[in-house]
Nanobody, 116 residues
């Protein structure tokens, strides 16, 4: 069973930065694609950024140029560096592991609040 533990959320002023981390248990991390999703109150959960096992990344248009996803396979950890944060970035951010056999796993979520 894979467990994902997220950290790094919190309160930040508009224009500020946060870095989210997600560490996976088990041995499948390096063979899996990893993603960050977010869900604001009353809205659906949307993809923010994704990185394949080979390091290819893609981003939602709304975060391109501001957010960076990266991974450290030795630490089984994926990161989301978020810069120039806006109030509309406020949401619960979820880590997702998309394994090679098609199974998906979710973290518990971490709250990001952008407010002055």
């Amino acid at each position: 069973q894979v467990q994902l533990v997220e950290s790094g959320g919190g309160l930040v002023q508009p224009g500020g930065s946060l870095r989210l981390s997600c560490t996976a248990s088990g041995s499948i991390f390096r063979r899996s694609a990893m993603g960050w999703y977010r869900q604001a109150p009353g809205k659906q959960r949307d993809l923010v950024a994704r990185i394949t096992s080979g390091g290819t990344t893609n981003y939602a248009d709304s975060v391109k140029g501001r957010f960076t996803i990266s991974r450290d396979n030795a630490k089984s950890t994926v990161y989301l560096q978020m810069n120039s944060l806006k109030p509309e970035d406020m949401a619960v951010y979820y880590c997702n592991l998309d394994s090679a056999n098609g199974r998906g796993y979710w973290g518990q979520g971490t709250q990001v609040t952008v407010s002055s």
